[in-house]
Structures are given as structure tokens and as C-alpha cells.
């Protein structure tokens, strides 16, 4: 089982940590200020007071064992930076670091972070778009021009394949899996019959996606 440490545990770090210990994993919760760490302590699995910029306070709290570092500080950016760079020379595998803006992003990612977030700006963009669309369940941004997106199967979908949509062809993006009911159907073949209700997971260019919201 992987284990996680989220390192800043302000509104979202602790939301992240506590999630991902109430689905069963082990959580290591870092903060440098004690009362926020005793607050949450009784979610997580392990959690730590220290300075997130020490090397040796780091490794001492054992994160050269962890799989996945979340480092969730907000405003302190030299901070969010020392903390990236410490895990990944730690030997962290993978490290999601959150982001104030594209230069802090930068930034991040020059030291090693696999992946960069802006939770606050990808909350609003996902907000926007269930409030314009009717179709659209949820986004998801996996790059500054490429994302995943729930749709509810349009009407003029339904009781039809794959292949006579033919949606790769007209829109040039990829379902990726199909939810009936309580049912998934991961990597759907091009036989695959869209049924009244269904939910489809599609993936392609942010241009090609907001095509398929203009036509359907």
C-alpha cells in the first residue's frame, strides 16, 4: 500500500490528508505549526511539528519511506519550494506540489515536482464549466491545454454505438470509460451501445472538448 505525506496542512493539505486516510492509507501530516498538527493528528496515521525546510527533520520523520509527498504550503513560497526540493532529494518517487501562480509553478517543477496544482483556480474552472453546461458532471485539467471531462450522453447519442456516433472522427476525443448505473465499462469497444442516462469519461484537447459542449 502506497503511503502519502502532506506536508502543510492548512484547508487543503488537511483535506487531502484526511481523504486519503479515510480510504485507507497511511498518512504522515507535516506543519510547522504544533496546534495545527494536534488538530489533526486523530485523522492521519502519523503526524509531525517540524520545520518543513530541514533536511534532517524530514529524514527523521522517516520520508525516505514515503511513495507520494503532497506539498500543500500556500503562502509561504520559499518555503513550498525548500519543502519540494528537500523530498525529492529524500527520494520521494513522486511529488504533487500546489502553486500560487504559473511562476511559482516553475519553479516547482525546475526542482522536481511531478506535478503542480492550483487548487483554487482548477476549483473555479471546474465550476465554471458545470454551471455553463448541463452535460458536463465534473473536469479535470491534466495540462494547460488537455483534460478529462463527465458528460451525461446527450440525447442525440443515446441507443446508439460508438462507432455510428463515430466521436473520435467528429469531435477528436477519446472515451475512456462509460458509467451505467452502478456499472463501468473501462475502454469501451466501438460496439459499445450509449444508453438513456449514462455517463461518458472523455479525454482530449481543451479546444476539441469545448467543441463537443457547442454541439451536443
Aim: overall charge negative; aromatic content about 6%; some cysteine.
Amino acid at each position: 500500500m502506497k503511503q502519502f505525506a502532506v506536508i502543510g496542512c492548512g484547508r487543503f493539505g488537511s483535506a487531502v490528508a484526511k481523504t486519503l486516510y479515510k480510504n485507507g492509507y497511511d498518512v504522515l501530516a507535516i506543519d510547522g505549526d504544533p496546534d495545527i498538527v494536534q488538530h489533526i493528528s486523530e485523522f492521519v496515521t502519523h503526524s509531525a511539528s517540524i520545520d518543513v525546510k530541514d533536511e534532517a527533520a524530514l529524514r527523521a520523520v522517516g520520508m525516505r519511506n514515503i511513495d507520494v509527498a503532497v506539498v500543500a504550503i500556500g503562502s509561504e513560497i520559499k518555503a513550498s519550494i525548500m519543502a519540494t526540493l528537500v523530498v525529492k532529494e529524500l527520494g520521494v518517487k513522486y511529488v504533487v506540489a500546489k502553486a500560487q501562480d504559473e511562476l511559482h509553478a516553475k519553479v516547482l517543477y525546475k526542482i522536481g515536482a511531478d506535478r503542480v496544482i492550483f487548487p483554487e483556480r482548477d476549483m473555479g474552472v471546474r465550476l465554471a464549466y458545470n454551471l455553463t453546461s448541463t452535460n458536463i458532471l465534473d473536469y479535470i485539467e491534466l495540462a494547460a491545454d488537455y483534460s478529462i471531462m463527465e458528460i451525461t450522453a446527450p440525447e442525440k447519442w443515446q441507443d446508439r454505438s460508438l462507432m455510428d456516433i463515430n466521436i473520435r472522427a467528429k469531435f477528436g476525443i477519446s472515451v475512456m470509460a462509460i458509467k451505467h448505473g452502478e456499472d463501468i465499462n473501462v475502454a469501451p469497444q466501438a460496439s459499445t451501445v450509449i444508453h438513456r442516462g449514462d455517463v461518458l469519461v472523455v479525454v482530449g484537447s481543451n479546444e476539441d472538448l469545448q467543441r463537443v459542449q457547442e454541439k451536443v
